[in-house]
């Protein structure tokens, strides 16, 4: 701490003993009544407001983490029921369940309004092509903290807003339970529990494929597809692929690569 910001408080700390209850309460008021005094250096005054706007940021801080830290304690498991009817351009057809972003906020509303937590996304372009990207800012106060997350838009339909429609209302969701870390969890009674997110060599090496595949002059990759065949929905990231499906889509990438390597 600076000499001058000592002085200051110290003669703050005076003035507290003589003015008892007559001293203003705010920071503002405070700094005005010691600019009144006839021995009070003007050239310190911006080292005094300096110091009351770091411990008012500090003090925000501490809600904020307090705030966001009691919601986690209370919030529930969301549970997933609705269903969804994902149609490929192949004609296939599969099903998923998911938690609605709508009836995550009927779940979590009532807490985030307990403890003052307000959120708000924003959809700034992305520097990626056929990418969304999405900015959720939590807001407790006068503290507020922003969180990013890409997705790749799903590719394949004719109709484009629908695409980024679906695009957004799957980012919503996953970007704020992720961040406020909500259990989802599912029903479905034939869900192995035994199965795991893939391991990040898993994903690189999934990655990687389809890399190899894209990059054949010529070639016709159909993602969706592929990840009906592997039986995941076309919003799923490659790091969700379950432990179950690995060797289905490691095979099934590798069959497809060395059969687009015999026809060059």
């Not at 498991?77 to 369940?97: L, M, Q, S």
């Not at 259990?183 to 795991?196: M, S």
Request: one cysteine or more; proline letters at 5%.
């Amino acid at each position: 701490m600076v000499d001058g910001q000592t002085d200051l408080i110290k003669r703050e700390a005076d003035l507290q003993v003589s003015g008892g209850s007559n001293l203003p309460a705010s920071p503002i008021e405070q700094v005005v009544e010691l600019a009144k005094d006839p021995n009070f250096d003007p050239a310190k005054f911006e080292t005094m407001v300096k110091f009351f706007r770091e411990e008012r940021q500090r003090d925000a801080k501490i809600r904020y983490n307090e705030a966001i830290a009691s919601f986690q304690d209370e919030c529930p498991p969301v549970t997933k029921h609705e269903i969804a009817k994902i149609r490929t351009k192949t004609g296939g057809e599969f099903t998923y369940k998911f938690a609605s972003y709508d009836d995550i906020m009927k779940i979590i509303k009532q807490i985030l309004n307990k403890y003052r937590i307000s959120i708000r996304f924003s959809f700034p372009p992305s520097s990626k092509p056929n990418m969304i990207r999405s900015v959720l800012t939590l807001s407790v106060g006068a503290h507020s903290e922003d969180s990013e997350m890409e997705m790749e838009i799903p590719k394949g339909t004719m109709n484009v807003a629908a695409d980024m429609g679906s695009a957004r209302t799957y980012i919503m969701r996953y970007h704020l339970t992720g961040t406020l870390n909500i259990v989802v969890q599912g029903e479905d009674k034939d869900a192995n529990v035994n199965n795991k997110p893939i391991s990040e060599n898993d994903v690189n090496t999934i990655s990687a494929l389809i890399g190899d595949i894209e990059d054949i002059p010529g070639a016709k990759f159909d993602e969706l597809k592929w990840r009906e065949y592997i039986g995941i929905n076309e919003f799923t990231p490659i790091n969700e692929i379950t432990t179950d499906k690995l060797n289905k889509a490691v095979s099934s990438l590798k069959v497809k690569l060395a059969k687009l390597q015999e026809e060059q």
